[in-house]
């Protein structure tokens, strides 16, 4: 019976080896299953945290452009209002003028009929 026994015993053994092995196995199988996942989310993590970046920057992009566009626009009705109102300064000192012409042709007759009053009694 020993003999058998120890025939069991090495059955046992090697199968219990044999055991150890294929898990190991699958312990490596699991654990380069597991990498290799790791390694899609990672990269498609990366991925998709860089396309959120790209349109991201795109949108910031538009709306600076956006910005300089309503910027330049107040910009150019800016210079435009002072356009206008030069000219409305430079009309309202031409209409300034001519009251001063006005005044002076006003003045010079007032003084020549003051002096010829002045010469008619005198």
Known sequence: MSAA?????????SERERVKSSISDGRAKAQSSMDAAQGK?????DDMRSSVDE???AMRAKRDEHRAERDLKKAERRADDAE?????????AISMLDQAEYAIADAV?????ADDLALKQG
């Open 5 to 13: 026994l120890a025939k069991n015993r090495a059955a046992l053994e």
């Open 41 to 45: 989310a990672q990269s498609w993590w």
């Open 55 to 57: 349109r991201l920057d």
């Open 84 to 92: 206008a109102d030069a000219v409305d300064a430079i009309d309202f």
């Open 109 to 113: 007759i007032a003084r020549a009929d």
